[in-house]
């Protein structure tokens, strides 16, 4: 029997389905542009083949394993392996809208949030590890934290955490995944002397309309129904992303007195970044100040790279991990009853909430460092991370895919 199935929700969020999908190859765009022309389809072959790999690894057993009845608060059992049992019948997760549905919106969550890792390895991995690891890292940190926030049971929904779209289950795990990552593999060869500028922003600014259209998916569609609080995700979700490409710009400009396209996308980014967690919990205002504050928090931990040595290609954790974690920690701040009954922050006189957020954060940030660590030193072991120095030296296109983004010699 389907009969709670409403069909505007149901409608709404296969709409939301396709904008989540699209900020994958918008990802693959924007990380594309700022390596150089080289490297431009192994970067983007990095996303598109997250694309393949973790959404028959989310049918097979990683939606059973976020999403399944739980077992102890960390994980979900096997009750869905293979999507047994996701049908059209609703789920308690999302009530109006068939349960295969709700699944596939997860899905390209689960989807996007590796690819975003890619950032960080950029122009150094090799493809075969980076599948590998792929499916490691989905399997081992991505379903369980998932199930922790998301969950029936997971041990940080029952502590009360906010996270309406992924600040923590997405953007925290992939950045400090990122900065580890940057550790473990070292630096590109040259960095940080060689010339290594983005070779085609207009790439990138591509890739961040992209993204800023599919954003409108990721957070209003976490509503999961076609209704008043999806809505002020999509509004709080537009108004942030402004801010933050203005508060990286206003930052930039005092301090380099020049605003660069690659600022006002970063900052965008950043935005919806600061914003994804607290989308529906908050009002037009606080969404502006949290993507302002994202915007120049984002820059400042992007400035502090260089002098911590690290050579984060693309700077996922500057931007996904600390705009993650400045968001999560915002909404224990700004989260409002008058969007959610019941969901209250720091300014509505809840201080225990900044304390759970917090929680939420540390516990992310600790989980995903340690897991990541050990799950990049296994890959090492059995295939190497890096390619060797003539194979980056060539370009991951020639080298690892055979082909060339430019019919042209290669640019440098």
Known sequence: MTTNINSGDTAFLLACVGLVMLMTPGLAFFYAGMVRGKNVLGTIMQSFAALAV????????GYSLAFGPDRGGLIGDLSYVGLRGVGMEPSAYAPTVPHALFMIYQMMFAVITPALITGAFAERKKFSSYLLFMVLWATFVYDPLAHWVWGAGGWLNKLGALDFAGGTVVHISSGVTALVAAMVMGRRAGYPHADMRPHNLTLTLLGTGLLWFGWFGFNGGSALAA?????????????????GALGWMAV???????????G??????????????????VGPLAGMAIGAGAGVVCFLAVALKSRMGYDDSLDTFGVHGVGGAFGALATGVFASAAIQAGKTGLLEGNMHQITIQAVGVLAAVLYSAVVSLVLLKLVDAVLGLRVDERAEELGLDITQHGEAAYDMPLVA
């Open 54 to 61: 973790i959404s028959v690894q989310w049918a097979l057993f």
């Open 227 to 243: 209704n008043g609080l999806a809505v002020n995700a999509v509004v709080v979700t537009h108004l942030a992303a402004a801010a």
């Open 252 to 262: 930039e400009c005092l301090r380099h007195r020049q605003c660069t396209a690659l």
């Open 264 to 281: 006002a996308a970063s900052g965008a980014v950043a935005g919806l970044v600061g914003i994804t967690p607290a989308a529906g919990f």
